[in-house]
């Protein structure tokens, strides 16, 4: 399918289409080393080559990448407060058209998948295929070994029991804890430990299916590794046909 070409170069992250309009028309974009100044000139994506000052653009449908969201931001690719995409380089490859497969709540901090592949966003979201996810918590009181188990064996709140979830303690206190949710209702981890009788006081996501947060920080963005992408399609894929 032909695109035009301000809106191919747009895509891949040259700039805005107002950045891109102006490199057109200076005559510093090639088509198949020839020069083009129309904006509206269509491409192949697939066959044609695109040059700027001699350095090519080739075409890619999907992007995938990780993002560390610190606290106080909106998951959401428009709002009236900040988002995560104020975050995010304009340039970024795919910037565009990327959205973020799932949510974190504006107060919590950590993993997040952004991506323009819309098939596997659903699989990663969708409670079907099981996806765990994992966060590293910190409540204001000591967990109990009934509350831990209960939490583990689901907590009825409002729209239905929870899945069977796991915590293990990260210190002596039973304050600071790492949990595998297999869901992702809202507010899940502040309404499961509320129902108890805990407030929560942080939350950072560490992981998501196969994917860790790793040695990323706040408001940085890393394309997901070869191995990272095909471990999640193959345990995506894999809980579907076990399920087909």
Known sequence: MKIRLD??????GLGSRKEVLKLIKSKKIRVNQEIVRDPSFKIDPERDIVFYENRPFTYQKYFYYKFYKPKGVITSTKDKD?????LLPSDLPGYKT???????DKDAEGLIL???DGELAHRITHPRWKL???YEIEIERPLTDADKLAIEEGIELKEGKTKPAKISLLNSERTLLEIT??????HLLKR???????????????????VS???????????LSKEELDLLRAQLFREFKDKA
Not at 7 to 12: A, H, P, V, W, Y
Not at 213 to 223: A, S, W
């Open 82 to 86: 900040k988002t995560i995409f104020d």
């Open 132 to 134: 765990p996810k994992v």
């Open 98 to 104: 990327l959205f973020p497969a799932g949510r974190l």
């Open 114 to 116: 952004l991506t323009n």
């Open 213 to 223: 947060l790793g040695d990323l920080k706040p408001c940085e963005v890393r394309t």
């Open 181 to 186: 949710v297999y869901e992702g209702r809202y």
């Open 7 to 12: 809106k191919f170069l747009s895509n891949l």
């Open 192 to 210: 499961v430990f509320g129902k108890l009788g805990y407030k929560v006081l942080s939350i950072k996501r560490i992981a998501i299916g196969p």
